[in-house]
């Protein structure tokens, strides 16, 4: 049996949106993720390759937030890492069953939204990464990534 490594990793860009923030309010929060790393591994022997990451909002005087994620290289179907011309499909989901896209709420996907988060409290939220190596039994070997933009709009 060969083994064909690949390492993709997804990079997620933390990007924070203010939305309706009045001059007198106090309403704040910061974020931070990590990345979803499927590391090495041969598209041979499983049928799908799956890793965690995560995002981490702590607000300050906010009623909720929610937490979007771009497509990134491909669509909310299907995205894609590359590596030089080649691609490798996975997707990103809010659920640990894999039923539920992140994204922004269109073509299916979901959003993560949070009511009266805890003042100054981290409220960790997991990313359940997939690739489905069923129909990519051929893949070129590489190293694979994506860049996901991460957008917070919060409410005071």
Same mark, same amino acid.
């Given at each position: 049996?060969?083994?064909?490594?690949?390492?993709?990793?997804?990079?997620?860009?933390?990007?924070?949106? &203010?939305?309706?923030? #009045?001059?007198? !309010?106090?309403? =704040?929060? *910061? /974020?931070?993720?990590?990345? $979803?790393?499927?590391? @090495?591994?041969?598209? &041979?022997?499983?049928? #799908?390759?799956? !890793?965690?990451? =995560?995002? *981490? /909002?702590?607000?300050?005087? $906010?009623?909720?937030? @929610?937490?979007?994620?771009?497509?990134?290289?491909?669509?909310? !179907?299907?995205?894609?890492?590359?590596?030089?011309?080649?691609?490798?499909?996975?997707?990103?989901?809010?659920?640990?069953?894999?039923?539920?896209?992140?994204?922004?709420?269109?073509?299916?996907?979901?959003?993560?939204?949070?009511?009266?988060?805890?003042?100054?409290?981290?409220?960790?939220?997991?990313?359940?990464?997939?690739?489905?190596?069923?129909?990519?039994?051929?893949?070129?070997?590489?190293?694979?990534?994506?860049?996901?933009?991460?957008?917070?709009?919060?409410?005071?």
């Amino acid at each position: 049996m060969n083994r064909i490594p690949l390492f993709v990793a997804v990079a997620l860009l933390l990007l924070t949106n &203010l939305l309706m923030v #009045s001059g007198a !309010s106090a309403a =704040s929060c *910061t /974020v931070s993720s990590s990345g $979803v790393n499927f590391g @090495s591994f041969s598209p &041979l022997t499983d049928t #799908s390759v799956d !890793s965690t990451g =995560s995002i *981490t /909002v702590n607000c300050t005087e $906010v009623s909720s937030y @929610s937490i979007t994620l771009s497509t990134g290289s491909g669509t909310y !179907s299907q995205r894609r890492m590359v590596a030089g011309g080649y691609y490798l499909y996975y997707n990103l989901y809010r659920d640990a069953a894999f039923q539920q896209i992140w994204g922004d709420g269109n073509s299916g996907s979901y959003t993560v939204s949070l009511n009266d988060p805890v003042n100054s409290q981290n409220n960790l939220h997991p990313i359940y990464g997939r690739i489905p190596l069923s129909s990519q039994r051929a893949a070129h070997v590489g190293t694979y990534s994506d860049t996901i933009t991460v957008t917070v709009s919060y409410f005071p």
